[in-house]
């Protein structure tokens, strides 16, 4: 019987799988199989499109239509569709994946309307069926058979009435109750996606997502993954439920920022790690000029839904908005984006952006601190000279806690210039402290503080502090790295080989895990090893002098004087061009044994305020000076107890 074209067919049929379109029902082999209505929806609408690539976007607004829906909802409709029709993501036989664009349903589909009996080749109407296929399709078609009720309104009615259960025991079970089995007390925010065509749109998605952390980050109920260990998935497909697994969080919350012109369209989405679920999704399509409200929004709303109990001072720091200047807020963003690249180049174009942010806003402490961490950091990697940049480190540190006293960032890069520079170790100790106090989930005074600790000689104090800033930023290669020098600082170099170890198979290019796993290997007899990671870092530091020095160091803990005096004459000549720090030169001389020589390049350190000479009391290199009554005074000069 002919069937007129127009007719929507009420059945698809392919391989052992039928579909009841009229009567929301899906049959494999002789099970009917349960498929939640959107994902239904979707797989309806890829059947109808067979053969072609279905692009996400389409599939957002065709099938999602004005609801709210993100790319990990999409994933996980076409997961649940692959496990009702028994299809294989890694070998797909119906849904083909088309990474970062849609998906394509593959198979050869048979159609039946519900005035014909017969299945129809969708792709060959006028060809026979075969005796084997017609009795398959019979048999679909006797499970299929069963009295037609209306199966989608069933299943929203289901929806309803396990909403109206939820309401009667609680949304606390979901949320925040102390019996609640998956309460969500822990959260990482994985970077948002860029929605916009332009990669130059990157530090919006970014800093839209570094915000909602920070903002998250005071609230002392709630765990926050920090911002370096959630970027780690940044660019990565990532499950929600191995995310979790993988950080030991509760909840995820990913989203996607998109800006066409004057417009900005964020999309936000909790989804529970136990279980996949969807716990709170929001869009949000307002004017740029809006971008503060929506990310304050969006945190609001997450510790609403969560029904964190903020306290008073909690609940103004996460409503707060550090600046009211649209424009300041984004060239602060762009600033941040460039911070963490954390090259020479980099650094002088975010402070480039800082000081326009600052000209727009001049109450903008953020940007202040900004301006404050690239200072401090062009003199801690080498790049240079204390006594050029830490003053300014420290004038915009000030000003930052001048305007706001209750930002842990600006008391975080005050500690850094008084420790690292001034040397003042009771006012770093006391900036530490008070960062630390306003915002605990902040990794970075755990971490500089460790870093006071461990060079007091307060060395179980010290590991203790370091690990709290590794539980929370666990995925950090910075943090994970330094964790390692502390056991070197602490004469465990056993460990310290182990934890280093692990952050280079975090990051096998990070150099200064290949610089400092070198080190621990001097310290365990292991000179082969360590000259090989010596000469790794140095490879990978390509341009940079730092790792030169670490080499010539290196050669002289090892024995290898020839090798040893070549860096040293390499470094005076470089040091006529460029900035050396001189300690490369003290540390060298000092492991070859000629001490009066190592004083005196180490008093010119002294004279630069070289920061890590904080380490002097603990740092393996500087042993063969300990016994000399003039390393003493050295101690007392950087303010430390012989």
Request: proline share 4%; with cysteine; aromatic share 10%.
């Amino acid at each position: 019987m002919a069937r007129p074209e127009s007719l929507t067919p009420a059945f698809y049929y392919f391989d052992d799988v039928a579909v009841d379109r009229e009567n929301f029902r899906l049959v494999k082999g002789d099970e009917i199989r349960a498929l939640e209505p959107r994902a239904f929806d979707l797989l309806i609408y890829l059947i109808e499109r067979r053969g072609r690539l279905v692009e996400k976007q389409e599939l957002f607004e065709k099938v999602w239509k004005e609801a709210f829906v993100t790319d990990n909802a999409l994933t996980r409709a076409v997961k649940e569709i692959r496990r009702a029709i028994g299809d294989d993501a890694s070998a797909p036989r119906y849904i083909e994946t088309l990474p970062k664009r849609g998906y394509r349903f593959m198979a050869e589909v048979k159609t039946v309307s519900e005035t014909d009996s017969t299945p129809r080749q969708a792709e060959s109407p006028g060809s026979e069926e075969r005796a084997d296929s017609q009795s398959s399709d019979a048999a679909i078609r006797k499970t299929m058979s069963a009295p037609r009720v209306n199966v989608r309104l069933m299943a929203y009615g289901a929806f309803a009435l396990a909403v109206v259960a939820l309401i009667a025991i609680g949304l606390q079970a979901l949320f925040r109750s102390a019996s609640a089995p998956h309460a969500i007390s822990s959260l990482a925010v994985l970077p948002f996606s860029n929605g916009s065509a332009d990669p130059n749109s990157d530090y919006l998605s970014d800093g839209i997502t570094e915000s909602i952390i920070n903002s998250l980050s005071q609230v002392s109920e709630l765990k926050v993954m920090a911002r370096t260990t959630a970027f780690r998935y940044k660019g990565k497909d990532a499950d929600p439920q191995t995310v979790g697994r993988e950080l030991k969080v509760e909840g995820v919350l990913t989203g996607k920022v998109t800006q066409q012109g004057d417009s900005l369209l964020v999309q936000a989405e909790l989804v529970s790690a136990a279980d996949g679920t969807e716990l709170w999704g929001e869009r949000y399509s307002r004017k740029m000029s809006d971008i503060l409200a929506v990310q304050e929004e969006i945190a609001r709303q997450i510790s609403e839904r969560l029904r964190l109990k903020l306290t008073g001072d909690e609940a103004k720091r996460l409503a707060r908005s550090y600046t009211a200047n649209t424009e300041a807020y984004q060239l602060y963003l762009k600033g941040r984006y460039y911070w963490n690249k954390r090259t020479e180049e980099s650094y002088q174009k975010a402070i480039e952006y800082f000081r326009q942010a600052i000209e727009r806003d001049r109450k903008y402490a953020l940007a202040y601190t900004g301006l404050a961490d690239c200072y401090s950091f062009l003199s801690s990697q080498g790049i240079r000279p204390p006594r050029e940049v830490f003053p300014l480190a420290k004038n915009a540190s000030e000003t930052a806690i001048a305007l706001d006293d209750t930002l842990a960032e600006a008391h975080t890069s005050l500690a850094y210039v008084k420790l690292y520079y001034d040397w003042d170790w009771k006012g770093a100790e006391q900036e530490y402290n008070r960062a630390i106090n306003l915002n605990p989930n902040y990794a970075t005074p755990h971490h500089g503080y460790a870093y006071f600790l461990i060079s007091t000689g307060r060395t179980e104090e010290a590991i203790a502090e370091i690990q709290r800033a590794e539980d929370i930023d666990p995925l950090s290669l910075i943090i994970n790295t330094d964790h390692g020098e502390f056991y070197y600082f602490a004469r465990r170099p056993d460990r310290a080989i182990a934890q280093l170890q692990k952050a280079i198979e975090m990051e096998p290019t990070f150099i200064r895990a290949h610089f400092l796993l070198a080190r621990a290997y001097v310290q365990n007899g292991q000179c082969n090893d360590a000259i090989a990671e010596f000469q790794k870092a140095r490879s990978l530091a390509t341009g940079e002098v730092e790792m030169l020095g670490a080499l010539g160091q290196g050669y002289a803990s090892c024995g290898k004087r020839p090798e040893a005096q070549r860096v040293i004459n390499e470094l005076v000549a470089l040091s006529k061009q460029h900035y050396i720090s001189p300690h490369w030169l003290a540390a060298t001389y000092a492991g070859l044994g000629e001490i009066d020589e190592s004083f005196d390049w180490l008093d010119k350190t002294f004279e630069t305020r070289f920061g890590p000479l904080i380490y002097l009391k603990v740092n393996p290199i500087w042993d063969p000076l300990r016994s000399d009554p003039r390393f003493e005074d050295r101690l007392r000069r950087v303010g430390l107890a012989p």
